[in-house]
């Protein structure tokens, strides 16, 4: 009875993860009809000829799609549909960098945990930024640097408060 129950799950879980697989080439294959085979791949600003072979779709943080005859910083892109794909690496190593330029102690945080601020607690304009990953990286990334006015390391003392997190960057904008 234990071995059919094993199976089961097995093979439950096996289904589950192909239609999850099948759902991913699907939109991938939509996507790619979507601009054209001509298309251009800008991935993490550099323009790419792989389009979004060997990207895991779990790693993407974000795809934008430019029309035609849009605007571009990419010389050359503007003649051919453009898909811009944002991959949370490369979203968190751009907000750390802008972030670290405020901060010393941030700074020196990140080269202590090789890069790895998920304990932090983020407060923005006195707000506490979303607990979901995805969302607070793609604020952290979207805020200009122009914008802000102050960041500030703390180490706090109030564990419970924070969801057992004893630091608190705080982003201050202008």
Not at 99 to 115: I, T
Request: aromatic share 10%; net charge positive.
């Amino acid at each position: 009875m234990k071995k059919l129950v094993l199976i089961c799950c097995w093979v439950c879980a096996f289904n589950y993860v192909s239609a999850q697989t099948i759902d991913t080439l699907k939109k991938v294959a939509d996507l790619e009809s979507a601009v054209g085979e001509n298309a251009v791949y800008v991935i993490d600003g550099k323009i790419s000829d792989k389009k979004i072979d060997g990207l895991d779709p779990n790693d993407i943080l974000n795809i934008d799609i430019l029309k035609k005859d849009t605007t571009s910083t990419f010389e050359g892109v503007a003649r051919h549909n453009t898909v811009i794909i944002t991959t949370k690496g490369f979203a968190i190593f751009q907000y750390q960098k802008k972030l670290k330029s405020f901060s010393d102690e941030y700074k020196n945080y990140l080269k202590s945990n090789k890069g790895n601020d998920s304990k932090l607690v983020y407060l923005f304009d006195g707000r506490p930024l979303d607990e979901d990953d995805d969302k607070k990286i793609k604020f952290l990334y979207d805020i200009p640097q122009d914008k802000i006015q102050k960041v500030i390391f703390e180490n706090v003392l109030y564990k419970n408060m924070l969801n057992n997190k004893n630091q608190i960057l705080i982003i201050i904008t202008k």
